[in-house]
């Protein structure tokens, strides 16, 4: 959302910060089971072996439009990207706009495409195009607020939590002054937001949304909306960013993984040990249920943004917490511009153009997206295999781990150190595995008779 965004909506974190988080609306109703065409949610066929990647349009290319981005999917499609988050394509407020062309998360019309990007029509055309290469178009979506420009405040001043003076108001306990905040203890608005939601889907065909601070918005409204979206498209797909368990009862197909990036961050400042990944995917097996998915990453839009790129937060480690992310356990995302090994923190409010300088790190990441794709091991939530954690000689610096889902199987060894380790796997393997990066096989790993270089990696399959 803006800079505040990591104050806001991890409560862990927010704890461990001290600082408060921002006050949320309260549930207002039991959920809404009747409208629903099944109670179990069933995750769309096709999302099964999926990876995501996010589209910052104004970035993304010198033009910022649909038709510069649209150039840009056979690219993509060859990288085996499976499904395509779109940040907010609508029109942005210009009341209390934050920076020249203000934050894509202060909408200022629902159901509008920002002329900036281009019209509606092109992005049908590019809805149509995406779809013809085999892959599914989400967008943003922004529940929780709008622009205090947006036609609502002036149609449905109703929608909103007005202050004192019956005025429209920021969201509290936030700087997020450039928004005005919606109240979803009136039913009225949880009809108005669900058309709208309806609009992109009968309108534009798009297959599902990235719903934002979704923690910030009651479940019950979700589910609600969810099960309008599922009569109108059954294989519809929700992402929340959140790390709420009760979203994956009947609203959302995947959440954030925000505490696994955290993690990773603070492993790579020596202020963590492996031990709390350990601890973590414990947790993740209490927490959610099997089905749930969950989108692992190093770098997303606020990340690059407000905390630094990969470069600054993991230095000569970036590739090793790539691995971690893609084959633990999850979705995994690649941000607009991480194939181009961009170093750079994009400017939110302003236009700061991708440098792609030939896509260097592309290769990497396809190579990554190719085995979550090919091996169902490393498929999501469960469709793939259970984490398997593999003891080895030196656990302070070595994590390793096993995949396996039927006849496929997957074995991540990743040194989260700055030093070589010669590595001993401390378990027996039936078969022959080779590396998906080089010509390496896993009996030289389990042999101890070969380093891992500082922050090295390997990815095997049978």
């Known amino acids: 959302m803006n800079k505040l965004l990591s104050l806001v909506l991890f409560p862990a974190f927010v704890v461990s910060c001290g600082n408060p988080p921002a006050e949320t609306p309260t549930s207002v109703a039991e959920p809404i089971t009747e409208t629903y065409e099944t109670q179990v949610l069933a995750h769309p066929d096709w999302s099964k072996n999926a990876t995501i990647y996010e589209v910052n349009l104004r970035q993304h290319s010198a033009e910022g439009t649909i038709a510069a981005f649209r150039d840009d999917l056979p690219r993509l499609k060859n990288m085996g990207i499976k499904i395509l988050w779109l940040m907010p394509v609508h029109p942005i407020g210009k009341e209390n706009r934050k920076g020249a062309l203000g934050s894509y998360y202060s909408v200022q019309d629902y159901t509008a495409v920002n002329p900036e990007f281009g019209t509606m029509q092109e992005f049908k055309d590019m809805v149509t195009e995406a779809h013809g290469m085999g892959m599914k178009v989400i967008i943003d979506w922004v529940a929780n607020h709008s622009a205090f420009d947006n036609k609502w405040t002036n149609e449905h001043k109703d929608y909103y939590l007005l202050d004192s003076l019956d005025q429209v108001q920021p969201p509290l306990g936030t700087d997020w002054w450039d928004v005005a905040q919606l109240d979803y203890e009136n039913k009225a608005l949880w009809d108005g937001m669900t058309d709208a939601m309806l609009f992109w889907v009968r309108e534009a065909n798009i297959d599902g949304f990235r719903c934002d601070v979704a923690d910030m918005v009651p479940v019950e409204f979700w589910e609600y909306a969810r099960a309008a979206l599922e009569k109108e498209n059954s294989n519809i797909f929700m992402l929340a960013e959140a790390e709420n368990p009760a979203h994956h009862d009947r609203a959302f197909d995947m959440s954030y993984s925000w505490e696994l990036m955290h993690i990773m961050n603070n492993i790579s400042k020596g202020e963590m040990g492996l031990s709390h990944l350990d601890e973590y995917m414990a947790k993740e097996d209490t927490n959610f249920v099997e089905s749930a998915y969950r989108m692992t990453f190093t770098t997303n839009h606020d990340e690059n943004s407000w905390n630094g790129t990969v470069f600054d937060r993991y230095g000569d480690g970036h590739k090793a917490f790539a691995v971690l992310a893609f084959t633990i356990d999850g979705m995994p995302l690649v941000y607009s511009g991480q194939e181009a090994a961009n170093n750079e923190s994009l400017e939110f409010f302003e236009k700061d153009t991708i440098k792609w300088n030939g896509y260097p790190l592309q290769d990497f990441y396809t190579r990554l997206i ?56 401390n378990t027996t393997f039936n078969g022959e595995y080779a590396s998906i990066f080089d010509n390496l096989v896993l009996s030289e790993f389990t042999n101890g008779e070969l380093n891992l270089a500082p922050w090295g990696y390997q990815v095997f399959i049978k």
């Open 370 to 425: 190719k085995v979550n794709n090919e091996q169902e091991a490393l498929w999501n939530g469960h469709f793939g295999g259970k984490f398997e954690r593999i003891a080895s000689n030196d656990d302070k610096k070595i994590f390793a781990f096993r995949r396996m889902k039927n006849e496929s199987e997957v074995i991540s060894i990743v040194n989260l150190s700055n030093q070589a380790v010669t590595v001993t796997l």
